[in-house]
T-cell receptor, first 112, second 113 residues
Framework: DSGVTQTPKHLITATGQRVTLRCSPRSGDLSVYWYQQSLDQGLQFLIHYYNGEERAKGNILERFSAQQFPDLHSELNLSSLELGDSALYFC???????????FGPGTRLTVL | AQKVTQAQTEISVVEKEDVTLDCVYETRDTTYYLFWYKQPPSGELVFLIRRNSFDEQNEISGRYSWNFQKSTSSFNFTITASQVVDSAVYFCALRYAGNMLTFGGGTRLMVKP
């Protein structure tokens, strides 16, 4: 158990809908990262927050957004969902930016 | 460009065999970090090891060992006396000046009893 928690574990929704994925980092970790794992794209970095501020963006669609709250938990919002958004979404956290990232169990999103 | 290549998509071995998973990386940075993560069938990503670009010492942890060679831009992972519980997808990853990890495509290891 990495200490990173993600909810929900599974999410099934329809095209066009909006969902929110939640991540609680390990105690004391200031950095939160979001990654997407899909069969065709592999594991890809989406976005990074450090102590509430966005620090880096990767291949994140405009339909996706994220934020990190004062208590350091983070949410990833996915809207206007398409079939291709079906994937495993991971959250990772680290103490500081340069430290090892520890991953949560992931949220499996299925868009029907 | 930063890139990680794991040429072996799938490897199948019989229990107790030794197996090496290859990882080749590309980066222009002189300071970078390399990682291995394990993804068992349950789906989570488990951290195994981190090396920085200035430390080429090989590392051994139980049945696991890692060989880092800057001359060939490789960071290979060997499991000695493999066990069924080692069956998983293994990912090599690179972190450079940015904070994000760039992952290889993964190698699926199947250890048969």
């Amino acid at each position: 158990d990495s200490g990173v928690t993600q909810t929900p574990k599974h999410l099934i929704t329809a095209t066009g809908q909006r969902v929110t994925l939640r991540c609680s980092p390990r105690s004391g970790d200031l950095s939160v990262y979001w990654y997407q794992q899909s069969l065709d794209q592999g594991l890809q970095f989406l976005i990074h927050y450090y102590n509430g501020e966005e620090r880096a963006k990767g291949n994140i669609l405009e339909r996706f957004s994220a934020q990190q709250f004062p208590d350091l938990h983070s949410e990833l919002n996915l809207s206007s969902l398409e079939l291709g958004d079906s994937a495993l979404y991971f959250c990772a956290s680290s103490v500081e930016i340069a430290d090892t990232q520890y991953f949560g169990p992931g949220t499996r999103l299925t868009v029907l | 460009a930063q890139k990680v290549t794991q040429a072996q998509t799938e490897i199948s071995v019989v229990e107790k065999e030794d197996v090496t998973l290859d990882c080749v990386y590309e980066t222009r940075d002189t300071t970078y970090y390399l990682f291995w993560y394990k993804q068992p069938p349950s789906g989570e990503l488990v951290f195994l090891i981190r090396r920085n670009s200035f430390d080429e010492q090989n590392e051994i942890s139980g049945r696991y060992s890692w060989n880092f060679q800057k001359s060939t831009s490789s960071f290979n992972f060997t499991i000695t006396a493999s066990q069924v519980v080692d069956s998983a997808v293994y990912f090599c990853a690179l972190r450079y000046a940015g904070n994000m990890l760039t992952f290889g495509g993964g190698t699926r290891l199947m250890v048969k009893p």
